[in-house]
């Protein structure tokens, strides 16, 4: 299918387990981008990707990795799970840095 | 202090009203401006996009931008029960620090009733 999806859509882990959540687009975007959206905060920035290879902090990294060793994917690693990162994730792309960003569903991430 | 102001709502209005959205922010780079809607449980869907100052309109929707103030504004005319959503502002700066990251505003929710 075409456009941009995210797996799992939920998740329920436990304080200290790492998790992975994944993005993939098939538009060949260059540019792809990884928020948390919460009640009050609306989305914040967490990493972002300007090709593949080439990755940057954006509001909120601490406690995330990430990896883009392929144009289309962009997965975002949680390496030891907090109550705080309980949120929906939203994994975006776009052909450049101002361009339309197009959103995937989502992941709504609850950690116990 | 949170540089994108975004009044959290709920707004509700009766159908066929205008509807009025608007942002505050406080960092006079910026230069482009979004304007996002998203239904419940969805991604975030761009409705409207405008640099610099200016309105541009687009069918029911008009996005205006108020340099000198440090205020954007969404109106949606004639609005419908399918225009409940929440509207979210975002804004970047073309250079510096934080070339192309979006800064978001909380959202607006919206309902539109029949």
């Known amino acids: 299918d075409a456009g941009i999806t995210q797996s799992p859509r939920y998740k329920i882990t436990e304080t200290g387990r790492q998790v992975t959540l994944m993005c993939h687009q098939t538009?060949?975007?260059?540019?792809m981008f990884w928020y948390r959206q919460d009640l009050g905060h609306g989305l914040r920035l967490i990493y972002y990707s300007a090709a593949a290879d080439i990755t940057d902090k954006g509001e909120v990294p601490d406690g995330y990795v990430v990896s883009r060793s392929k144009t289309e994917n962009f997965p975002l690693t949680l390496e030891s799970a907090t109550r705080s990162q309980t949120s929906v994730y939203f994994c975006?792309?776009?052909?450049?840095?101002?361009?339309?960003?197009?959103f995937g569903p989502g992941t709504r991430l609850t950690v116990l | 202090q949170k540089e994108v102001e975004q009044d959290p709502g709920p707004l509700s209005v009766p159908e066929g009203a205008i509807v009025s959205l608007n942002c505050t922010y406080s960092?006079?780079?910026?230069?482009?401006f979004m304007w996002y809607r998203q239904y419940s449980r969805k991604g975030p869907e761009l409705l409207m996009y405008t640099y610099s100052s200016g309105n541009k309109e687009d069918g029911r929707f008009t996005a205006q931008v108020d340099k000198s103030s440090k205020y954007i504004s969404l109106f949606i005319r004639d609005s419908q029960p399918s225009d409940s959503a929440t509207y979210l502002c975002?804004?970047?700066?073309?250079?510096?620090?934080?070339?192309?990251?979006?800064?978001f505003g909380a959202g607006t929710q919206v309902v539109v009733t029949p």
């Open positions: 975002a804004m970047s700066r073309d250079r510096g620090d934080s070339w192309g990251k979006f800064q």
């Open positions: 975006a792309s776009s052909a450049g840095p101002y361009n339309e960003q197009f």
């Open positions: 960092n006079s780079a910026f230069q482009y």
């Open positions: 538009w060949s975007h260059s540019y």
